[in-house]
């Protein structure tokens, strides 16, 4: 137990460098010192407190594979860190929204909005309405494009668009009203 005080006591360099050598007691006072500094960042950045715990561990695991090669020349221990959760944080974003690209996430989208089970009569016309919708889909912002399906085929309210693309509500409100803008200005001129 006094290790671990001792350790507790340290200051941050020696910390890593007891991490770097896989010391127990080090390493437990390492992530003591900093969890909450690391859990805090990868929260802000994945929204999602139970993938920043995953981001946490990660950051840990990474810091005693990276220990050895760390120079404080360059950064503080806690930069240094911090610049590893914010990495891992990201990558876990993008591991999270590792979907189709976004032209195929609109389509994706799009099949599973409009209705298939209408007469071919009816289908037809849809199908030409929905390649101009489709091109001036396309002609907006994949992130736009998005939220005005999620909305205007979805059914789905500003809020219900945000929880789904993982953004501020404000934001959706924003992609959605801007996108049907570019829209409607892209059949004015289409038209005129």
């Known amino acids: 137990m006094a290790a671990v005080s001792r350790a507790d006591r340290a200051d941050d360099a020696a910390l890593l460098a007891g991490l770097a050598l896989d010391d127990p007691a080090v390493s437990a006072a390492f992530v003591r010192r900093f969890q909450s500094a690391v859990f805090g960042l990868a929260v802000s950045i994945t929204r999602?407190?139970?993938?920043?715990?995953?981001?946490?561990?990660e950051v840990f695991v990474r810091a005693w594979g990276a220990a050895s090669g760390y120079d404080e020349r360059r950064a503080s221990v806690l930069t240094w860190l911090l610049t590893i959760t914010r990495n891992a944080a990201i990558d876990a974003v993008r591991a999270r929204r590792s979907t189709p690209t976004d032209g195929e996430l609109l389509d994706q989208l799009l099949r599973e909005t409009v209705d298939t089970t209408a007469d071919l009569e009816t289908t037809a016309?849809?199908?030409?309405?929905?390649?101009?919708a489709v091109r001036r889909l396309h002609s907006i912002s994949p992130e736009q494009a998005r939220a005005v399906v999620l909305a205007v085929l979805g059914g789905c309210t500003?809020?219900?668009?945000?929880?789904r693309e993982r953004i501020p509500l404000g934001t959706a409100k924003t992609r959605i009203r801007d996108g049907l803008r570019r829209i409607r200005h892209s059949e004015a001129v289409d038209r005129g």
């Open 158 to 163: 500003a809020k219900e668009v945000a929880e």
């Open 125 to 132: 016309l849809h199908r030409i309405e929905a390649e101009r």
């Open 48 to 57: 999602d407190p139970v993938q920043a715990e995953d981001v946490s561990q």
